[in-house]
């Protein structure tokens, strides 16, 4: 190696003695810059990385490489300097190596030129230096493997031409084996193979901030390769004229064995999958912590079953492979515990048979074309997630993400694989569990507290109640295995001291029978393990299957294996019926209940009957609207039974039936939420930092009016990032953006909170003021600039808010608004009794004046001041106007949910950087600003180059004189 340096120097010095190093270096940099702004449009991308200056790179430095090679044998061969290299008492492979670190060193310094486009993305933009760590490493692998086949190939020709056109082709060759347009022609175990031996192929595993070992050696393997043969080609012409048949036999053996292992070592190290290191920040393509912790939870194998065929549409068949070697990380993390298969159901008609009729798995029909036909290709793309007899399926459209380019093209990208597979795996893994040992994940012991008057106190059915109740609870006992512990206590015993207590505490107090009733008695559920109280609501039923529901439920808040239940209100779409003339109307919300069911268990909740399903976790109420005293009792109790209450509600109906227009409206929830301490004004947020929407306008033609809808910058729709974002909370984990659309402000009494944790979500820009108007067409005649007239106090304004702690009830020292409504349903049912001549015991429901007045600490609200952003039609309005499915919102909602039930696995993989960063706002003068920049700051760059090197050649020449004279530098 000390002989490799000098010679090395010498060759880069020899490189800059003629203008020839320059005009290939300053072609060059003017090739990467002009791709980086113009042919890959790196503004109008909005993204902040350096991925257009590598996309070009592989082909680029096919002809770096070969110009760089041309040279360093053949014209030592033309020259006649051949002769004198081979008889020095230098060894060949020290010239080799020399000649090749010389190369490189060229390559390192051209990249060198490149370092300045970096810089500017990242003080444009948050940049992950990650990726462009990882390429730039695979950058200079890939020049080392190119730079290898240059000299092997400069060493058997002593023509420059002959010597950079073949190695053009020969790394040509190399790169378009791996390429798309090669491996998209071909079955999907053949691409595969293809894509191993790809240089490109390799080169961009690497770009995105993986380094793999198996990557980095296949370079190195290819340099090794070639290093040898370049070595047995110099030495070969040694022996030409020394005629030693037994040297060049030694050397023949020698140089294929080097060969054969490079080849046969890059085979085998493909089954090495645990070699890498994630520079990403955030790890965004390693099996995350909390993947992890789910995988530990499994007590039998997890299957995972890759469906992919191997003809698929051409967007969808570079994902794949991704999906399939983080399914493989799967496997691996897990430690035998999951089982990975990946088949192609139409090569089977069994499993094609199977995958429809036992998991719903259907082949999609894609249409495709190119230059030479269009085909109808029937494929899968979907995986399948089982655990015991439970089972998830994963299809194309829950694992992509579709983003317009322009008219014609369009982006395909995996969305949040890890996320989407460990979705599921939580909850294929949870309701196993959940039909199995309650308490297997129960680690204190829990007592069942029963706060119950003597028999003779209490009411004929809750005497029956009481009696069927104690079997059950003392079977659950018996069962728990000692985890379950059960305590009836007779609150007025003894003084009266534990029900002092319990009003303190719980804020329970004595039930009656009815509102006249001067009799009262107690009974009350309540679950504890020391930490955490879990109120068990009495059953509408007033049966023990009721109440041991409703323990269960209770039980798996103390869990941590079981799918949380939420229930979900949300008005009805009225359906259109043109047989009558009716449009139909209202809002939808199915996009919303979908995406929620994806990681819990979604339970309509009627909240018309004053209940709330005995085995909710949580309660979520969407556009709620002239909620009567039931309806609020409901929310009412089950918020003082310790849950949370999410509510996206908003002060104002907006109809997007044509001309769209807004009107105030009632939800019902007003004096709750002041009850409570927190309002929702009856105004309107407007923002300059907002999102565009398409307006329909009216524009005047000469008298003729015509209609038109324009893309315009709306007021209405406030945009929420950074700084209104509470990245502390966690609730925005995974969403880079926000839009409230026609939100209303919330207001915080700080007095009636003083004691609770509020949590401020989102917030508007410091750029936003309210408005009463119900005016939100847009006047660009009398307001040119926004449509509206723009505000003078100017402020942020609270959009989303929790607030955690002690709630005191609404209907404290108020009898239950149940009353009413049960007496008068009886009533019903015996006067139709009565007509009828049978009495009507079953269906007889019995109401008692029960409320809790007070809530534990537990007890949350969670309230969003707009309504219609988890809408049906505004998610597909955003997502037309952007290009792709805007799931912001849908996203938002499920963060909420697990954040709320504290659930914060999944939230800490959405929370992982998978959502490209976007540059910040700048103008088209300080677009040309950084480009010119860049070109000025390579120029310079070069200026200094060509000084450095007038000051080294000559020392460089004279330390390569003595190396070929004494064989060593010194």
């Known amino acids: 190696m000390s002989n490799s340096l000098p010679i090395a120097r010498k060759e880069l010095a020899s490189y800059f003695a003629s203008p020839a190093a320059f005009i290939f270096l300053g072609l060059f940099m003017l090739a990467t810059l002009f791709i980086f702004f113009w042919v890959e449009t790196f503004f109008a991308r909005n993204i902040a990385d350096v991925r257009p200056l590598f996309t070009w790179m592989p082909i680029l430095l096919i002809f770096l490489c070969s110009a760089i090679t041309m040279r360093m044998w053949s014209e030592e061969r033309r020259a006649g300097t051949l002769e004198f290299l081979l008889t020095s008492p230098v060894a060949t492979l020290q010239f080799v190596l020399g000649k090749f670190f010389a190369c490189l060193g060229l390559v390192v310094l051209a990249l060198l030129l490149t370092v300045p486009l970096p810089l500017s993305v990242a003080l444009l933009g ?31 020709s002593d023509n420059q031409i002959v010597s950079l056109m073949l190695t053009v082709l020969i790394c040509g060759v190399f790169y378009l084996i791996g390429s798309e347009g090669l491996t998209n022609l071909l079955s999907s175990p053949l691409a595969e193979y293809f894509k191993l031996f790809g240089s490109g192929s390799r080169f961009e595993s690497i770009t995105r901030g993986v380094l793999d070992l198996r990557d980095i050696y296949y370079y190195l393997s290819i340099v090794g390769v070639f290093l040898s043969l370049n070595v047995y080609s110099v030495e070969k012409l040694r022996w030409a004229s020394q005629r030693k048949e037994g040297a060049q036999r030694h050397w023949r053996w020698l140089t294929g064995l080097f060969v054969v292992n490079f080849l046969f070592s890059n085979i085998w190290m493909q089954q090495l999958n645990g070699f890498r290191a994630d520079v990403t920040e955030g790890r965004i393509y390693s099996i995350s912590e909390a993947t992890n912790n789910y995988l530990t939870q499994l007590q039998e194998p997890l299957l995972i079953r890759g469906y992919f065929s191997p003809q698929t549409h051409p967007l969808l068949a570079p994902l794949g492979p991704q999906i399939r070697d983080l399914i493989k990380e799967y496997e691996v993390a897990a430690q035998g515990k999951v089982r990975v298969e990946f088949v192609d159901p139409l090569d089977d008609p069994e499993l094609e048979k199977e995958a429809g009729e036992k998991f719903g798995i259907q082949p999609i029909a894609f249409q495709t074309a190119d230059k030479y036909q269009s085909a109808l290709v029937n494929s899968y793309f979907d995986i399948l997630i089982q655990y015991g007899d439970q089972y998830e399926v994963l299809g194309f459209r829950d694992l992509i993400d579709i983003k317009s380019m322009s008219e014609t093209e369009v982006e395909v990208q995996l969305r949040n694989p890890e996320y989407d597979i460990t979705s599921a795996i939580k909850k294929v893994l949870y309701a196993y569990q959940g039909s199995g040992n309650l308490f297997l994940n129960i680690r204190k012991p829990v007592t069942f507290n029963a706060f119950i008057s003597p028999q003779d106190k209490l009411p004929e059915p809750l005497q029956a109640l009481h009696t069927e109740m104690n079997e059950t609870v003392q079977d659950i006992a018996i069962k728990s295995g000692g985890v379950f512990r059960v305590e009836t206590i007779d609150p007025d015993a003894n003084g009266g001291g534990v029900a002092q207590q319990l ?28 930490e955490q109280t879990i109120q068990v609501p009495l059953p509408e039923d007033l049966s023990a299957s009721g109440v041991k529901r409703g323990i269960e439920a209770a039980l798996k808040r103390f869990s941590t294996g079981f799918l949380k239940t939420v229930a979900f209100s949300a008005p009805t779409r009225t359906p259109p019926m043109p047989q009558f003339g009716l449009a139909g109307g209202g809002m939808s919300f199915s996009m919303l209940e979908e995406q929620l069911r994806q990681s819990v268990s979604l339970s309509p909740a009627n909240l018309k009957q004053g209940h709330v399903p005995e085995d909710a976790d949580l309660l979520m109420v969407v556009a709620p609207k002239e909620m009567d005293d039931k309806q609020v009792f409901a929310m009412d109790q089950f918020l003082m039974r310790g849950g949370t209450v999410v509510i996206a509600a908003s002060a104002f109906d907006v109809d997007l039936q044509g001309q769209f227009s807004v009107t105030e409206k009632q939800s019902g929830l007003e004096g709750w939420l002041q009850h409570q301490g927190i309002s929702l004004e009856k105004k309107m947020v407007m923002d300059l930092q907002n999102s565009a929407f398409p307006v329909p306008m009216q524009r005047d033609l000469g008298g003729f009016m015509v209609q038109e809808v324009q893309l315009v910058d709306y007021p209405y729709f406030v945009d929420v990032r950074d700084s209104g974002m509470n990245s502390e909370a966690g609730l925005i984990a995974g969403i880079p953006q926000l839009t409230l659309n026609w939100a209303s402000p919330i207001v915080i009494d700080d007095k009636k909170n003083s004691q609770r944790k509020i949590t401020r979500i989102l917030e508007s820009s410091e750029q936003s003021w309210t408005s009463e108007s119900t005016q939100v067409q847009p006047d660009f005649q009398r307001y040119e600039l926004l449509g509206f007239p723009e505000g003078t106090n100017k402020a942020r304004h609270l959009l989303a808010v929790a607030v955690a702690g002690e709630f005191v009830s609404y209907f404290k020292d108020k009898p239950s608004p149940l009353l009413d409504i049960e007496e008068t349903n009886n009533k019903k049912s015996e006067e139709g009794a009565e007509t009828e001549g049978e009495p009507d015991t079953e269906n007889k429901k019995v109401a008692f004046n029960r409320v809790i007045d007070k809530s534990p600490a537990s007890a949350q609200i ?109």
């Not at 760590?133 to 400069?154: D, E, F, K, N, P």
């Not at 009003?503 to 008695?521: C, H, I, Q, V």
């Not at 490209?916 to 677009?927: E, M, S, Y």
Request: proline share 3%; aromatic share 14%.
């Open 126 to 156: 948050p940049l992950d230096w990650g990726p462009v760590l990882g390429a730039y490493i695979a950058t200079l692998c890939l020049a080392a493997a190119y730079i290898a086949i240059g000299l092997y190939v400069s060493a058997r």
């Open 862 to 970: 969670i309230l969003y001041g707009s309504e219609t952003f988890l809408s049906d039609s505004v998610i597909d309005l955003a997502s037309s106007v952007g290009g792709n499915l805007y799931n912001n919102p849908l996203v938002l909602m499920e963060n909420t949910v697990d954040w709320a039930l504290e659930d914060e696995g999944l939230l800490s993989i959405r929370s992982r950087d998978h959502f490209a960063r976007t540059l910040n706002p700048i103008d088209k003068n300080g677009q040309l600003f950084w480009e010119y920049l860049n070109y000025v700051l390579g120029g310079m760059a070069l200026l200094l180059l060509w000084l450095g090197q007038r000051l080294l050649r000559k020392k460089a020449q004279a330390r390569y004189q003595r190396v070929l004279r004494f064989g060593d530098e010194s």
């Open 503 to 530: 009003k303190n505490e719980y804020g329970f107090r004595p039930m009656s029978a009815s509102l006249f009733d001067s009799n009262t008695f107690w009974f009350y559920m309540v679950l504890s393990d020391g």
